[in-house]
């Protein structure tokens, strides 16, 4: 998904692109290959002797040690963050933190309405990734906080299904090292991706029909990781425990089973709320979700299919 409406004050690292990391690496594999025919070996110099007396330490290894070297936190009951002394221990994203200053606050009573949910930070923090930017105007160190939101708890939501929607998903956070701490700043990089967010298929396979209306939405976003050409690529997980019906004819097909898709919605029934997630209606596409995304740091997620 490319989202159009987002806009950026700063620039993100400059890295490889795409196409030249997947051309670098055939180059590499090709190098390989050469290098592992027989002719290749003839032709390859001897390897000198080692030299006699003890293996030297390999490099880094002090650094290692140095890392290791903190005393171990007792195990404890206490409900309480603990770490060893000399670290510490920092709220940067609770769940439902505003993501722009302006944005709506925290309410403990849980009457938030969904609005207001899409504005804040998500819920049931999974994986986590930090994205390197250029330094900031004072030269401190910035980059982006990317969070998935894999599920939400009906409960503390009020039993909302669209507020549910909003809990989910991705926040993403422009973050900055100021005298050693590092928090949030408002950026135009801040920016929620929900259940509703547009999405954009960008691989071999099709977007779904006309039928199911344009692509949209990112469901139980989990684990995370960075690619050479500065991106975040993100894995959806346990979406069809937001599908279901309530239609007594509906049955289960082949296609349903493969994808674990059920009637009952595994106690999430988003379909009350949309017919995106009734198995029933024509409108449903549980083929959409499932999918490795792919998060830049200016558009939106983007479908990779490939």
Request: proline residues 10%.
């Amino acid at each position: 998904m490319r989202d159009d409406t987002q806009t950026a004050t700063t620039h993100p690292t400059a890295g490889p692109s795409r196409r030249g990391v997947v051309a670098g690496g055939a180059l590499a594999a090709a190098g390989l290959l050469v290098l592992g025919t027989p002719a290749a070996a003839a032709l390859a110099p001897a390897a000198p002797a080692p030299p006699a007396g003890p293996s030297p330490a390999p490099a880094g290894a002090a650094a290692r040690r140095s890392l290791a070297q903190f005393t171990a936190v007792a195990a404890s009951e206490a409900d309480a963050v603990a770490v060893p002394a000399g670290f510490r221990a920092d709220v940067l994203a609770p769940w439902g933190g505003p993501v722009h200053t302006t944005g709506p606050d925290w309410r403990a009573d849980a009457s938030a309405t969904a609005a207001d949910q899409a504005g804040q930070v998500g819920s049931h923090h999974h994986g986590v990734q930090f994205l390197p930017l250029d330094d900031g105007p004072e030269g401190e160190p910035c980059g982006l906080l990317v969070i998935s939101h894999e599920s939400t708890d009906p409960a503390l939501l009020g039993g909302d299904a669209r507020k549910a929607m909003a809990a989910q998903g991705l926040t993403v956070l422009e973050m900055r090292e100021v005298e050693g701490i590092w928090e949030v700043v408002d950026s135009a990089y801040n920016r929620r991706i929900t259940a509703d967010s547009p999405v954009r298929f960008s691989g071999p396979v099709p977007a779904p029909g006309p039928a199911a209306g344009r692509p949209r939405g990112v469901l139980a976003p989990s684990g995370q990781g960075l690619t050479p050409w500065g991106t975040c690529l993100v894995a959806e997980e346990n979406a069809d425990a937001v599908f279901g019906t309530d239609d007594p004819e509906w049955r289960r097909g082949e296609t349903h089973v493969r994808y674990g898709l059920s009637a009952d919605g595994h106690g999430h029934p988003w379909h009350r709320a949309d017919e995106r997630f009734d198995l029933a209606s024509a409108k449903a596409s549980p083929e959409q979700f499932g999918w490795i995304l792919e998060l830049a740091p200016e558009p939106g997620p983007s479908d990779r299919t490939s």
